[in-house]
DNA sequence: TTTAAATGTCTATTGATATAGACAACCATA
DNA sequence: TATGGTTGTCTATATCAATAGACATTTAAA
């Protein structure tokens, strides 16, 4: 880690561009020997700021939790972490992370129906105008927020869908009790952007964070759209992987 | 677009947040009726702050030439654009976006030799330590900087990778010169994080701004490891497509 | 027990960010 | 050509962000 240059005046903070720095070097083992960050002064010299800069940075980690301060020892890292979400065939929320954290959890947050607009039709392969149950789920892991989607399901075959999550919390299980006994990944557009106010509030995430967007189109093993879904991920949680 | 709150006081300027979120509704298609932005009092009213804000954000995407605005008339939409790349076992930089746009282009921005890292090593499965080319690249599609990459090929087999590259500007083609007639992509991992110095010069973005990280291993048709690549994308510019 | 090294707290100052208001300059159109 | 709507520019003020320095408090090791 080498004279890390910082950029000034660009409508983002010093001390929230070195806590991102800092957050990222955690998450990447940087400082593993002995699960501290260095001392202020030293960051204070390696970003070539003043230490109360560097104060505000392990501040904002500190309230993320992800830092603890001790007076007189230093600063310990109290937690690090970037699930890896394998997206292949067989992606599903909690299967592809349940080696790596202790709990997942997936609850619903709202349901409707809405009609298909074009593009959702052309992804399901049904009418314009078609009825859809509309769900938007959060997805915890370890008690911690880590993604967010809309799931979009043809509403004349999976009418009931919510119901059935709603107990369940498994998108599988409520497929299965539908009649699906399996699905599949047949595409997935992944993008980034900047977190919005929905993502800030559910994901807890501070502005200027990142966002990883999946869209997503699952059929059934007749080759059958059942599924289209958004899933926004908290960047600095997660890592996607490709196995081909 | 209903009424949107701005978070205050969190490192993160108001006139980057309200950016950043125009960006993402242009490119999202959301003024695309009459081409414009909607008008600066219009503008301060939805986001709840003073014109001179909204000023200030759409100054800066005039800077990145998303923009430009007219005098008596309005702040009219420059540009959007978002390539779409496809992660498949046969990932090309060119060939995948070759059909969306008129031109491609890769340039060699610097080549050197490294030895192995025990992460290099594990991934090209070669002992740690042993020899490798690194290339560093630029990829320009019609001629904006999209990509920027650097790779890691085993010295033993593709010693003079980067002179062939430099004058073929493609690693498919070095590969078939040195013996390789064909290659696929064996895992791809995918991360977001803000855009480091490196970034904003080569790619010619603004501080803040978002890059897609894609790590890639690709190995030969008898399944032995050949490159190593960290690439990074103008989040705002690309889209990554996994087909199952 | 002393000392060095680390975090915690305080004051003061400068520059960037945001608000507020007023008016000029320009464009399209009635 | 007159008018309404839009961007451009200016002044003033309040708050946040960053620097600078001094010193207190705590911990671990000499």
Redesign the pocket.
């Known amino acids: 880690m080498a004279g890390q240059r910082i950029q000034?005046?660009?409508?983002?903070?010093?001390?929230?561009?070195i806590a991102d720095r800092i957050r990222t070097s955690i998450n990447h083992g940087d400082f593993d020997e002995n699960g501290?960050?260095?001392?202020?002064?030293?960051l204070?010299l390696q970003f070539?700021?003043?230490?109360?800069?560097i104060?505000?940075a392990?501040?904002a980690l500190a309230q993320e939790g992800i830092v603890r301060?001790?007076?007189?020892?230093?600063?310990l890292i109290e937690r690090k972490e970037r699930l890896s979400f394998p997206i292949s065939r067989r992606t599903r929320f909690s299967q592809g992370i349940g080696d790596q954290v202790r709990e997942t959890r997936s609850m619903l947050l709202a349901s409707g129906e809405d009609v298909a607009s074009s593009e959702l039709a052309k992804q399901l392969r049904i009418e314009p105008g078609a009825p859809l149950i509309r769900l938007e789920t959060l997805g915890h892991a370890d008690h911690r927020p880590v993604s967010r989607a809309t799931s979009w399901f043809p509403a004349d075959r999976f009418g009931n869908i919510a119901e059935i999550y709603r107990v369940t919390g498994s998108i599988t299980k409520a497929f299965k009790e539908l009649g699906v006994a399996d699905y599949v990944r047949v595409v997935t557009e992944i993008t980034a952007t900047h977190a919005d106010e929905g993502d800030l509030t559910d994901l807890q995430l501070s502005p200027g964070a990142i966002v990883l967007v999946a869209q997503a189109l699952n059929a059934d093993l007749d080759n059958v759209p059942v599924q289209y879904s958004i899933s926004r991920f908290a960047a600095d949680r997660v890592r996607f992987t490709v196995e081909n």
Do not use: D, F, K, Y
């Open positions: 000034r005046q660009t409508g983002v903070a010093l001390w929230r561009q501290m960050v260095p001392p202020e002064t030293t204070a070539g700021v003043n230490r109360h800069t104060r505000s392990l501040a301060a001790v007076q007189g020892r230093g600063t």
